[in-house]
């Protein structure tokens, strides 16, 4: 039996090698080993060069040993999965004008930030934003002082303001849900026909938002809630054909009255979720003020100022707009509280 070779031995994979064996060298190596040494090379090609194998298949022919398997061919290049260039969305870069006329190129918000820590932008300094494409065409747009387009300078505002954005979203979202068991209870309580209709289309465009915003959950809830999403039309086409059936056309009514104050719902609940989404973000920016970078000249953002701003106000407006709702627009609930009085 042949002796059992090192791991730098000839002809092994130059990751593992520290010499290059000629032909001839290779040939008197192949030609002292078994025929189950020759075999099992196959086994693992990958750990012996293309040409220690070509000369051991050469050998095993030679023996008249069964031929092993051809060599692989070249792997084929993955698809690239790099977006065309045409969906990458162009860098933004930044031009600074000083106090004397020139003006400097920043490439991104992380450059002007560190130029603001530095002391070398102000915010009283006037900027633009333009996108850098292939030819470096420049995008006019009107000179902005540093302290509206940075947040760096107004991190509470700024947060304030993304705050507003989920908010809104989510208000939406919430406000057609609420729509649906509002509307719903007051047709079963008084036997609208009307009513059933109109909670049909809220239960349709709930399920179609609901589809949007998917993209945004864990990835370990989206496909079961984008499921939902896409079999509640079924059930609410389903369910209008039965309840025209039982209750009349006037069900068929209600849904276009529906579709009529979509728009509506649609301000509402922006309205109705921006507001404490407003003071939430305020809260969250105040809270980490004190942690976030700041420019050598300060803030200009009073911390009082934007607390009666930011969160005292939208939260006496939300619970005012929503005490004005329940009264006028939620009967059934104002007449559940009186009875549960009496």
């Known amino acids: 039996m042949g002796s059992r070779e090192s791991p730098w031995t000839f002809g092994k994979n130059p990751t593992h090698a520290h010499m290059t064996p000629t032909i001839e060298q290779l040939q008197a190596r192949m030609a ?27 050998e095993i022919g030679n023996r008249s040993l069964p031929a092993p398997p051809p060599p692989l061919p070249d792997p084929k290049p993955l698809p690239d999965s790099t977006p065309p260039e045409a969906s ?21 918000n992380d450059a ?40 760096i300078f107004r991190p509470v505002r700024s947060h304030m303001w993304k705050g507003v954005g989920i908010g809104a ?14 509307t719903g209870a007051a047709a079963v309580m008084y036997n609208v026909p009307k009513l059933f209709g109109i909670a049909l289309v809220y239960v349709f465009f709930f399920a179609q938002m609901l589809s949007n915003f998917a993209s945004g959950l864990p990835k370990s809830i989206q496909q079961p809630v984008i499921a939902l999403a896409n079999w509640i039309p079924q059930g609410v086409v389903i369910g209008g054909v039965l309840l025209t059936v039982n209750l009349g056309t006037d069900v068929l009514s209600g849904a276009f009255q529906g579709l009529g104050g979509i728009f509506a719902s649609f301000i509402v609940g922006a309205l109705a979720g921006g507001l404490p989404g407003m003071a939430i973000g305020t809260c969250i920016g105040l809270v980490r003020r004190s942690r976030l970078p700041q ?4 803030r200009q953002e009073r911390a009082s100022a934007m607390l009666a701003a ?9 619970a005012t707009a929503t005490y004005f709702y329940i009264v006028h627009f939620m009967p059934w609930a104002t007449d559940a509280f009186v009875e549960s009085l009496k």
């Open 32 to 58: 002292a080993k078994t025929d189950e040494e020759l075999l099992a090379m196959f086994q693992k090609p990958t750990d012996w060069t293309q040409e220690a194998l070509d000369v051991a298949r050469a």
């Open 88 to 108: 990458v969305p162009a860098s933004q870069s930044w031009e600074i004008q000083f106090p004397d006329g020139s003006t400097r190129i920043y490439n991104d």
């Open 112 to 151: 002007v930030s560190e130029a603001v820590l530095n002391g070398d932008v102000k915010s009283v300094y006037q900027c633009r934003p333009f996108n850098r494409d292939g030819a470096e065409k420049k995008k006019q747009t009107k000179w902005k002082t540093a302290w509206k387009s940075f947040e």
């Open 169 to 182: 979203a989510a208000g939406i979202l919430l406000f057609f849900g609420f729509k649906i068991v509002d």
């Open 295 to 298: 420019p050598p000249e300060g």
């Open 310 to 318: 930011g969160v005292i106000l939208p939260i006496v407006i939300f």
